[in-house]
Protein backbone atom coordinates (compact mmCIF):
# COMPACT_ATOMS: atom_id res chain seq x y z
CA UNK A 1 0.00 0.00 0.00
CA UNK A 2 1.22 3.70 -1.21
CA UNK A 3 2.15 6.28 1.77
CA UNK A 4 -1.16 8.63 -0.12
CA UNK A 5 -3.09 5.77 0.60
CA UNK A 6 -1.98 5.23 4.19
CA UNK A 7 -2.23 8.75 4.86
CA UNK A 8 -6.20 8.66 3.38
CA UNK A 9 -7.09 5.55 5.56
CA UNK A 10 -5.14 7.39 8.42
CA UNK A 11 -6.99 10.95 7.98
CA UNK A 12 -10.59 9.11 7.68
CA UNK A 13 -10.41 7.41 10.70
CA UNK A 14 -8.56 10.44 12.85
CA UNK A 15 -10.35 13.75 13.03
CA UNK A 16 -7.16 15.23 14.39
CA UNK A 17 -4.86 14.50 11.28
CA UNK A 18 -7.92 15.18 9.09
CA UNK A 19 -8.10 18.67 10.39
CA UNK A 20 -4.18 18.99 10.07
CA UNK A 21 -4.19 17.76 6.66
CA UNK A 22 -6.75 20.21 5.39
CA UNK A 23 -5.24 23.59 7.26
CA UNK A 24 -1.96 22.66 5.16
CA UNK A 25 -4.12 24.44 2.27
CA UNK A 26 -4.00 27.33 4.05
CA UNK A 27 -0.27 27.81 3.60
CA UNK A 28 1.43 29.90 1.00
CA UNK A 29 2.58 26.80 -0.34
CA UNK A 30 0.24 24.32 -0.14
CA UNK A 31 1.81 21.05 -1.54
CA UNK A 32 4.94 21.51 0.14
CA UNK A 33 3.25 22.15 3.77
CA UNK A 34 1.42 18.83 3.43
CA UNK A 35 4.49 16.82 2.17
CA UNK A 36 5.99 18.55 5.38
CA UNK A 37 2.56 17.20 7.96
CA UNK A 38 2.53 14.26 6.09
CA UNK A 39 6.12 13.49 7.06
CA UNK A 40 5.88 14.68 10.52
CA UNK A 41 2.66 12.70 10.93
CA UNK A 42 4.63 9.64 10.22
CA UNK A 43 4.06 9.43 5.89
CA UNK A 44 7.36 10.22 4.40
CA UNK A 45 6.18 12.52 1.61
CA UNK A 46 8.44 14.77 -0.74
CA UNK A 47 7.54 16.95 -3.68
CA UNK A 48 8.49 14.38 -5.92
CA UNK A 49 6.93 11.69 -4.81
CA UNK A 50 3.50 13.31 -4.82
CA UNK A 51 4.49 14.46 -8.96
CA UNK A 52 5.43 10.52 -9.62
CA UNK A 53 2.40 9.10 -8.05
CA UNK A 54 0.52 11.79 -10.72
CA UNK A 55 2.28 10.51 -13.26
CA UNK A 56 2.47 7.19 -12.27
CA UNK A 57 -1.53 7.15 -12.26
CA UNK A 58 -1.80 9.27 -15.29
CA UNK A 59 -0.32 6.60 -17.39
CA UNK A 60 -2.25 4.02 -15.98
CA UNK A 61 -5.34 5.40 -16.54
CA UNK A 62 -4.32 5.93 -20.34
CA UNK A 63 -2.96 2.71 -20.65
CA UNK A 64 -6.26 1.44 -19.06
CA UNK A 65 -8.39 2.99 -22.00
CA UNK A 66 -9.42 0.65 -25.04
CA UNK A 67 -7.30 1.21 -27.57
CA UNK A 68 -5.35 3.71 -25.61
CA UNK A 69 -6.43 7.30 -25.21
CA UNK A 70 -5.13 10.60 -26.95
CA UNK A 71 -4.19 12.06 -23.85
CA UNK A 72 -5.54 12.65 -19.96
CA UNK A 73 -8.38 14.30 -18.95
CA UNK A 74 -8.42 17.30 -16.88
CA UNK A 75 -8.12 16.30 -13.21
CA UNK A 76 -7.17 12.55 -14.06
CA UNK A 77 -4.49 11.51 -11.35
CA UNK A 78 -4.36 13.90 -9.46
CA UNK A 79 -3.72 12.36 -6.22
CA UNK A 80 -2.92 15.73 -4.46
CA UNK A 81 -6.63 16.74 -5.27
CA UNK A 82 -7.97 13.26 -4.65
CA UNK A 83 -6.63 13.11 -1.33
CA UNK A 84 -8.97 15.96 -0.29
CA UNK A 85 -12.14 14.82 -1.72
CA UNK A 86 -11.61 11.26 0.06
CA UNK A 87 -11.67 12.56 2.90
CA UNK A 88 -13.63 15.63 2.44
CA UNK A 89 -16.68 13.95 4.13
Same mark, same amino acid.
Given at each position: ?? =??? @?? /? =? ?6 ? =? ?5 ? /? ?11 ? @? ?48 ? =???
Amino acid at each position: MD =IMT @KL /T =IAARKSPE =IREVMLK /TREEADPAAAFCK @KATELGFPLTLGDLLSAEDTTRGNLLKSCNGGADGPLDGWGDVYEEFFAA =IKY
